[in-house]
């Protein structure tokens, strides 16, 4: 018989409740973005919006999906990594939800369910290329765990995006108006920082903030920073599948809504003779949708819901968590 | 003899009647022609920058024979012998972890990392030899020293858990005079979170 889960994203900036069935069916997915008039984020900011936004929600997932809150088995919400306030707000809305109709409550890792919603587009075993704000990992399952093969050593692609975008006075989120600007052929000449297979980005902000500051032109200036940013994580991830010998690659996150992004992915994967899987755009955001299916798959897998399922854990890293469904 | 790797193919060839082996880095059309020419050149030049510089320290390394810019090709000597990996699999293991230790020392002796020294990076020949020095870098700084250990350390762990390599390597390895900083850093480095947790 087909399950029905709801899932609950708040980690960050979005809040997110999806809906779906065992089979993958999604059925709902909503979402609802704080933006800061200025600055960056503000924790405390953002989970006002996120306790102001999950009524509407939850409401408009169940009307979407035309459905009660009787016929959800599951309750799933992402217990970290993230912000504090931003998990606690989600925690609490999916522990009234569960707790007030009677339906099993599972946390789960976020990063984790960028990687096990490429499952659905059809990956069995992939590489997953994770780009989003604060996240920045190349991550594949090995012995029982999901590992960081490499990472960011210093800010997120998209904090470093973001940041730029702000310093030249694009306002947030930064992503989609550089993407916008970006314009070639010409390339300048900006940091290219790979290590092994670790990655870093500041110093490449801070490049591309100075060469706008010199006199190049924004266009100019965005398309390198692009170029940039986006075959240094590629690279990393084509190491990732050399080193562990897996033939598929899977995007999330955010920054994996670019489309120059994705057309490295399609090119790097082509060349290394692996498949690529690429999410729609809808699922490689922050969305509840990807909580919701995780939370099945480790429930309907052997994994045994524990009293620190309750818990949100903001350090929650991909690596802590024990693989016990697959 | 071929293969295939992430940065580049590497086949056994004949150069100038002997065997030696080639290293083409792979094109990757996914970055900007600029960016790849750029990263091409610059990688090339620091690999045989490093080889020349350690083949002059007295360290065994392969001989470079030849740099081709256009074709992103380095020939190198080409040694017969088995991988440490393998090496380390048999019962004459704690003589290669400390001839490894030795070496690791030597050329960090000389102001470089090299960058990736897994146990697939070095060959047991005549003698122990260190090969593979795409990412290696012109670099004195104690963390990034006890970042190659590590490198070494972690591989150790991966693929031969069953011997107790990591004592006999670091004492060998701390013979050297400057190495009381890089184990101090190691330690710092192995403190972080993402290593404990790797590990766990």
């Not at chain 1, 306030?85 to 609490?92: D, E, F, I, S, Y």
């Not at chain 1, 120059?260 to 992915?265: F, G, K, S």
């Not at chain 2, 003698?127 to 670099?139: E, H, M, Q, V, W």
């Not at chain 2, 390597?169 to 190691?186: D, M, P, Q, R, T």
Request: glycine share 10%.
């Amino acid at each position: 018989m087909s399950e029905i889960v709801i899932g609950i994203e708040s980690t960050a900036h979005t809040a997110g409740v999806g809906i779906i069935t065992s089979e993958g069916k999604i059925l709902s997915n909503q979402r609802s973005m704080y933006i800061p008039k200025e600055g960056g984020i503000h924790p405390r900011e953002a989970a006002r919006h996120h306790s102001d936004k999950f009524p509407i929600l939850f409401e408009n997932a169940f009307e979407d999906a035309n459905l009660t809150p009787s016929d959800i088995n599951l309750v799933s919400y992402a217990r970290g990594p993230g912000l504090g306030p931003c998990l606690r707000t989600g925690a609490t809305a999916a522990r009234a939800f569960a707790y007030t109709n009677n339906i099993p409550l599972i946390g789960v890792n976020h990063c984790v369910a960028h990687l096990e919603i490429g499952l659905l587009e059809g990956a069995t075993d992939p590489v997953l290329l994770y780009l989003s704000g604060a996240n920045t990992q190349v991550i594949a399952y090995a012995s029982e765990k999901y590992r960081v093969f490499g990472e960011t050593i210093d800010i997120g692609i998209g904090n470093g995006l973001d940041k730029f975008a702000r310093e030249a006075g694009m306002g947030f989120p930064g992503g989609p108006k550089i993407e916008k600007l970006a314009q070639g052929p010409d390339l300048l000449d900006l940091p290219y920082s790979v290590k092994g297979m670790d990655m870093a980005f500041s110093g490449l902000m801070t490049a591309a903030k100075s060469k706008l500051d010199s006199g190049h032109s924004i266009e100019t200036v965005t398309y390198s920073l692009q170029e940039n940013a986006f075959a240094m994580s590629c690279e990393v991830a084509e190491r990732a599948l050399a080193h562990t010998g897996k033939t598929e690659l899977v995007l999330g996150g955010g920054v994996a809504c670019n489309e120059r992004l994705r057309e490295m992915a399609t090119i790097m994967a082509e060349e290394r003779g692996v498949k690529c899987f690429i999410p729609s755009k809808d699922l490689c955001v922050d969305n509840g949708v990807m909580i919701g299916w995780l939370g099945y798959q480790m429930v309907n897998g052997s994994y045994q819901i524990t009293e620190e399922d309750n818990r949100v854990h903001q350090k929650y890293r991909t690596d802590m968590v024990e693989v016990t469904w697959r | 003899m071929i293969f295939r790797g992430a940065e580049a193919v590497v086949e056994k060839i004949e150069w100038q009647g002997s065997s030696a082996i080639s290293k083409v880095r792979n094109k990757r059309s996914y970055r900007h022609p600029d960016l790849e020419k750029r990263l091409v050149t610059e990688r090339l030049r620091s690999e045989s920058r490093v080889i020349e510089r350690l083949l002059s320290g007295g360290v065994l390394v392969p001989a470079l024979y030849e740099v081709n810019v256009e074709k992103s090709q380095i020939i190198m000597e080409f040694l017969e012998g088995i991988t440490l990996e393998k090496g380390l699999r048999t019962g004459e293991y704690k003589k290669y972890l400390v001839s490894t230790a030795k070496l690791l020392s030597q050329i960090h002796s000389l102001g470089i990392v090299h960058g990736d020294p897994t146990t697939s990076n070095f060959v047991i020949s005549d003698d122990l030899y260190a090969i593979d020095f795409g990412l290696s870098t012109f670099n004195d700084d104690a963390e990034s020293r006890a970042s190659d250990l590590r490198v070494f350390l972690e591989s150790l762990e991966a693929h031969h858990s069953e011997i107790l390599g990591r004592e006999i390597f670091l004492e060998a390895y701390s013979v050297w005079n400057s190495s009381k900083e890089v184990l101090e850093a190691l330690e710092v480095l192995e403190l972080r979170g993402r290593y404990n947790l790797m590990r766990g």
